[in-house]
Structures are given as structure tokens and as C-alpha cells.
């Protein structure tokens, strides 16, 4: 079984600093990850996702993520945060017709 | 609204009541998710459906909770005899079968339901 592991699961920033998350996954085959967030009150949106092809993916607003396969990490990026990315980002790697989660990432950003 | 949706959004119980939520997923999604979350933690994977078939089920499905999807559409999961530790938001999610490309294994959630047990 797989498992994933994000670190730091308390953030807080201020606007416009750099925001990055950490996941790690234990796996060694082929994998699929995800980033989902949750903001205040909403439910579960996908962030972005890797499958194949370029490690460096881009999702919406303006985040991104890296896979390193050598270190089993697929963290989540962003250069300059708003305060409307106060939310709680969970990490996510496909097991098998599944999804297994990270304990999630709650961050605050300050106006 | 053609999301994932589920009903009710909110259940207060006393332990020892059965619970039924329901889960309306995206029409053209023929694979269903149940998962549990508590406070601090990522998703719990319950289990899913391929169409009507129940195909996988957690350990942490103890023999109190029985899910359904009879004609592969909506999906009920219900508890039996609550306890204080159900409590939490039961989320349901819906993908399509198939490759990669076509957007398989991405999962599309619904608001939850929050079950409180007294």
C-alpha cells in the first residue's frame, strides 16, 4: 500500500510571499498525483495532477508542482500568494482504482 | 448544477440511530467513491462501485455500515447503530472508467455530509 506524507500541516504567510508544500509518496511503480484543495466552507477542487511527461505541472491559479521521482516528492508551489489562497491542500497519489491522502496542509494567509 | 451531490448536508444523531446519506454523482461517471474525513486528516477511502458493482472495501467499513448503488446511478451508504465515533463528514466522490487521457482517476467531490452522534 501506499502511503503519502505532508509536512508542515500549519502555514502562515503573508500576501504576496512564496508559498511551497511538501508530499512524499512511497511507491516505487508508475504514479499518479494529484493536489486538491479545500477552501473555507467548499468542497474538495483539484489543483493540478500529474500522470506522465514533463515533471513540472501547472495548475490553476498560478500553483504548480514538481515530481521528483528519485526523491518521491511532488510538492506544490507558489511564487506569490493571496489571501484567498487561505485554504486546506490535501496530497494525493492514485492505489490502484483509488485515491490515498495526505493529512493536508492548512494555510492562512494574512492580508 | 451537474456536480456531485449529496444529501443530507448535515445529520444530528443519538448513538445507537441508523444513518442513511445519499449521492447523486455526475451522470457520465460510472465509478463511485465513498470517503470519510475527520478533523485533521486527509480523506479515509470507505469504498467504491464500478456501475452497480461494489468492487473494493476498507477495513474501515466495519460490519455497521453497508453501501449501495443499485442501478449504478445514485449510491446510499448507511450506518447502523451509530456511535460517537462516526462522527464525521462522509464525502462522496464520481470519475469515469477509462485511460488517463480521458480524465480516469480524477475525482470529482460532493459537499459532504456531517454526521454528528450524540
Known amino acids: 500500500a501506499q502511503s503519502v506524507s505532508q509536512h508542515n500541516h500549519h502555514v502562515i504567510l503573508s500576501e504576496a510571499a512564496s508559498l511551497e508544500l511538501g508530499c512524499n509518496y512511497s511507491?516505487?511503480?508508475?504514479?499518479?498525483l494529484f493536489w486538491y484543495v479545500q477552501y473555507p466552507g467548499q468542497h474538495l477542487q483539484l489543483l493540478l495532477k500529474?500522470?506522465?511527461?514533463?515533471?513540472l505541472v501547472k495548475g490553476i491559479k498560478g500553483f504548480e508542482a514538481e515530481f521528483i521521482k528519485s526523491k518521491f516528492s511532488f510538492n506544490l508551489r507558489k511564487p506569490s500568494v493571496q489571501w484567498s489562497d487561505t485554504a486546506e491542500y490535501f496530497c494525493?497519489?492514485?492505489?490502484?482504482?483509488?485515491?490515498?491522502f495526505g493529512k493536508g496542509n492548512q494555510v492562512v494567509v494574512i492580508p | 448544477d451537474t456536480g456531485v451531490s449529496q444529501n443530507p448536508r448535515h445529520k444530528i444523531t443519538k448513538r445507537g440511530q441508523n444513518v442513511t446519506f445519499r449521492c447523486d454523482p455526475i451522470?457520465?461517471?460510472?465509478?463511485l467513491y465513498w470517503y470519510r474525513q475527520t478533523l485533521g486528516q486527509g480523506p479515509e477511502f470507505l469504498t467504491y462501485?464500478?456501475?452497480?458493482?461494489?468492487?473494493?472495501k476498507s477495513r474501515l467499513l466495519s460490519d455497521r455500515f453497508s453501501a449501495e448503488r443499485p442501478k449504478g446511478s445514485f449510491s446510499t451508504l448507511e450506518i447502523q447503530r451509530t456511535e460517537q465515533g462516526d462522527s464525521a463528514m462522509y464525502l462522496c466522490?464520481?470519475?469515469?472508467?477509462?485511460?488517463?487521457?480521458?480524465?480516469?482517476?480524477?475525482?470529482?467531490f460532493g459537499a459532504g455530509s456531517r454526521l454528528t452522534v450524540l
Open positions: 466522490a464520481s470519475s469515469i472508467r477509462g485511460d488517463l487521457s480521458s480524465g480516469a482517476n480524477v475525482l470529482t
Open positions: 511507491y516505487g511503480g508508475t504514479v499518479n
Open positions: 500529474y500522470f506522465s511527461g514533463d515533471p
Open positions: 494525493a497519489v492514485r492505489e490502484n482504482n483509488r485515491l490515498a
Open positions: 451522470s457520465e461517471h460510472n465509478r
Open positions: 462501485f464500478q456501475n452497480e458493482a461494489q468492487l473494493e
